[in-house]
Nanobody, 126 residues
């Protein structure tokens, strides 16, 4: 049974940090590209961070570049999202997703992703 399980969300003050985890099972994690998406209140789902399988090259969208870092530990079948300098606009539900093979387009396109987690809530508020 395929599963992606996010954890690590919660309530944090502006300027604070959180580290999200995405634990995978039921598929060959190391051959899948991983991305984090988020959906803020009243907004659509947006891709924010991506890490490839193999060479682990990463991309972050402009709104989180320099503040968020994506990583993965293939030995643990787990991906991470370190979030620093959080602001209210980072509030939302954060999802991890897994895409097989080579992505032939924008890696922040949900269409490419086969497996999705259930999401974890991140709230940035004083």
């Amino acid at each position: 049974q395929v599963e992606l399980v996010e954890s690590g969300g919660g309530l944090v003050q502006p300027g604070g940090s959180l580290k999200l985890s995405c634990a995978a099972s039921g598929f060959t994690f190391q051959t899948y590209n991983i991305a984090w998406f988020r959906q803020g209140p009243g907004k659509g789902r947006e891709g924010i961070s991506y890490i490839s399988a193999g060479d682990m090259s990463s991309i972050h969208t402009t709104s989180v570049k320099g503040r968020f870092t994506i990583s993965r530990d293939d030995a643990k079948n787990t991906a991470y999202l370190q979030m620093n300098s959080l602001v209210a606009e980072d509030t939302g539900v954060y999802y991890c997703a897994a895409a097989p093979g080579i992505i032939g387009g924008n890696p922040f396109t949900a269409y490419f992703y086969t497996y999705w987690g259930q999401g974890t809530q991140v709230t940035v508020s004083s």
